[in-house]
């Protein structure tokens, strides 16, 4: 059976055509995120009891780059919406409406964003949040904010915004060519309709999707 007009004449986004607008954001190369994310490391091995190196910087950034995530949505996150088992994280989204309800996606699980995890579950402070602030409640986005100009400062990278990582985990996926309906899964930019028709493509796909990543 043919599919209905609207659907026929639906194609996924050209996210390789929006390649150098993304650069004129200010996109990452795959190097470029390696270096920023080897910095982090580097920092936070070094001088543990410092803000710029508490212990979730590193953490924070390896997720942002490998899920796209917004940095609301990265503060948010709570260990049990991190589902190692299943290889999958669940980010909720507050919808842009009177009632300011939530919606959630699933992200496949990069294998090192995987390991990144476990150990900064393991090694890191205890409780509802992956990423805890000062008072023991949740990130605020303005630590992690200043806690990146405070590592960036200085370096090639200065003047670069944490959006860069969104827009950089987009850019690099289309470039290793996966589809762009499963690349706007990723990022949140779905339509409630557009949810329905394509839920059942990708059963398996947005873990492969996320694999492809070369960082």
């Known amino acids: 059976m043919a599919p209905p007009a609207a659907e026929a004449a639906e194609k996924p986004p050209d996210y390789a055509a929006l390649e150098p607008v993304l650069e004129e954001k200010g996109c990452l190369e795959n190097r470029d995120i390696r270096e920023v994310l080897g910095v982090s490391q580097y920092r936070a091995n070094r001088v ?7 212990g979730w910087l590193y953490p924070i950034l390896a997720t942002m780059a490998f899920t796209g995530v917004r940095r609301g949505e990265a503060v948010a996150l709570e260990w049990g919406e991190v589902d190692f088992e299943g290889g999958r994280i669940w980010v909720r989204s507050r919808k842009q409406s009177r009632k300011q309800e939530f919606t959630a996606r699933d992200i496949g699980l990069h294998d090192k964003l995987r390991d990144v995890l476990l150990r900064h579950r393991e090694h890191g402070p205890k409780g509802r949040y992956v990423f805890r602030g000062r008072d023991g409640g949740p990130l605020t986005p303005y630590e ?72």
Do not use: W
């Open 48 to 54: 543990a009891q410092r803000l710029i190196a508490t």
């Open 144 to 215: 992690l904010h200043e806690a990146f100009k405070k590592l960036i400062r200085g370096s090639d990278y200065e003047g670069i915004g944490l959006h860069c990582l969104r827009h950089s985990f987009a850019s690099n996926l289309a470039a290793q060519g996966v589809d762009g309906r499963l690349i706007d899964h990723y990022m949140g930019h779905q339509t409630e309709a557009m949810r329905h028709r394509y839920q059942h493509l990708f059963p398996e796909k947005k873990s492969e999707g996320i694999q492809r990543l070369p960082y």
